[in-house]
């Protein structure tokens, strides 16, 4: 996902495990604006083609360290809020 990082995502799930979580998926688009892909979402469901779950969420970056969160946080498009 980082390709799409900050974006929002629609994607079709195809496999989940045993908790019911998503393992596996296809895109099936990607814009700057959720209200754009829940336009592209609620056309799907309206068509009735998408006979398996879906996932709309914003990509976002993962950070593993305080190291790796530091450098995300430096990255253009990242927004910090002061607290």
């Given at each position: 996902m980082a390709k799409h990082s900050g974006k929002w995502v629609l994607i079709q799930i195809t496999?989940?495990?045993e908790g019911g979580w998503?393992?596996?998926g296809v895109l099936l688009g990607w814009s700057l604006s959720r209200k754009r892909m829940s336009e592209v979402l609620l056309d799907k469901l309206r068509q009735g083609v998408m006979p398996r779950p879906?996932?709309?969420f914003k990509a976002i970056p993962r950070a593993r360290t305080l190291t790796e969160f530091r450098e995300i946080l430096r990255r253009p498009g990242i927004e910090t809020v002061d607290a």
């Open positions: 496999e989940s495990d998503p393992v596996q879906y996932c709309l």
